[in-house]
Structure formats: C-alpha cells, structure tokens
C-alpha cells in the first residue's frame, strides 16, 4: 500500500510542559472572554476584576484550576480561538464598550460586518472536512498533513490571502476583521512552529469544534438577520 508523503512523516509533538502551559494559558483567555461578555452591560472595572480573577484561578496548576478540568475533558482550545478571544478580552478591558469586539453580537445587525462569509465559510467548511476525515471518507488523510510544512504553506497562504482582500477592501467595515484575522493566524503559526502547540498539528492550531460550532452559529445569524431584513424591505415596498 503506497503511503502519502505526510502519513510516512513522523509527528513532532510538544514538550508535556509547554503543552500544560499552552492549555492553562489557552483555557484563562477563553474563560477570560466569556467572563468579559457575560459582564459586557457592567462597568468596566467589574469586568477587569471578574476577569483578572478568572484568569488567575485559570494559571493555577492543579486540580482548583477550571483549566485542568476543561483540559481533560476538551484537550486545548485552538490557537487561533485563542488568539479572537484574546483580542477580544484586550477590548473589553480597555474599552467602555465590549460591543466594539469581533465576537460580540449584540448588536444583531452588525454580525454580518464582523463575521462576513469569507471568514465564516472557510472555518464551517475545513471544521466538515476534518469531521468527515475521521470517518475516512475521503481518497487521502488530511489530518496527517497537519503535521507536515504543507499545512504551515497552506496557513501561510490563507493569511496573505486575508491580507491581500483587506488591502482592496479599502475602508469596508470588514476590512480592520480580515486584517485582524491574518495578523492571528501568522502569530498562531510562529506559535505552532516554536512550541508545536496544541498537540503538534496545524489543523488544531487553526481550527478547534467550539470555534467550528461558534461559525456555524454566526452563519446561521448572519443569515436569519439578512432574512429579516428582506422581509422588513419587502413590507415597505408592498405598503408603498
């Protein structure tokens, strides 16, 4: 049976203490994030103090860690989920309004200028690829190549893309989030390239089920709130 060039690959996996420092670190900015838009209607200096506090139980190395738990249960969350929440968590904190961050949709009609398909659609759609993977559905193994420098190119690739589209965007409300997006996902390459975290594959570097799940939920608001919105047009019309 002829192997891919990648299944005959060996994986470099991280180090076990960079692999508990990643997940401990990785857990107190989701967790962190959370706190910030559970809290986003509060004062600012509630929120740095429920977060502050979060991330400190967070960074805790034992068994009264909320990470240690989530981390037996659900590894380490993507770098890339890391690096929206993190973001997410520096506006939250030094801003009066969280609203302003990528994540937050309380303001319904403007998810579809902070998430718009090119991002959501590539997430949704390599999230099934690799489902499927598993069932090995497929000619050839994708999950394997994540632990070669194609997955890096690939990455590499889809961040300048990022870049390129934001550059013709000019001043489109989505260009600051391609822009955004690019700039993570190069950090969460450099990251994945010195550590090899979360687990030595790009694919858990880029893409993790909690941030598959939250694109398809962006998309499926993005599309009930664009329905709406036809239909309120369509009244109007029909009244005048």
């Not at 994030?33 to 977060?51: Q, Y």
Request: overall charge positive; proline content about 5%.
């Amino acid at each position: 049976m002829m192997l891919w060039p990648w299944e005959a690959s060996a994986a470099i996996t991280p180090s076990l203490f960079a692999l508990s420092v990643g997940m401990h670190v990785g857990w107190a900015l989701v967790l962190g994030a959370i706190s910030v838009w559970l809290l986003k209607s509060f004062t600012i200096k509630l929120r740095r103090a429920v977060a502050v506090t979060v991330i400190l139980l967070c960074l805790i190395p034992n068994a009264w860690s909320p990470s240690w738990w989530l981390g037996l249960a659900f590894q380490t969350p993507s770098l890339i989920l890391q690096g929206l929440c993190g973001l997410y968590l520096y506006r939250g904190l030094y801003t009066q309004s969280a609203s302003l961050t990528a994540l937050d949709d309380s303001a319904a009609s403007q998810i579809k200028l902070r998430w718009p398909p090119g991002l959501l659609l590539p997430a949704i759609i390599a999230g099934w690829i690799l489902a499927l993977d598993t069932f090995a559905l497929f000619g050839i193994s994708f999950y394997p190549i994540g632990f070669t420098p194609y997955a890096v190119l690939a990455a590499l690739f889809f961040a300048c893309l990022l870049q390129l589209i934001s550059a013709r965007s000019g001043h489109a409300a989505s260009t600051r989030h391609y822009r955004e997006l690019a700039v993570i996902i190069l950090l969460a390459i450099v990251v994945h390239m010195l550590f090899r975290l979360p687990t030595g594959n790009m694919w858990d570097a880029l893409i993790d089920p909690w941030l598959w799940m939250m694109a398809h939920g962006f998309a499926a608001s993005t599309l009930i709130q664009s329905l709406r919105a036809h239909h309120k047009r369509g009244k109007v019309i029909d009244r005048s």
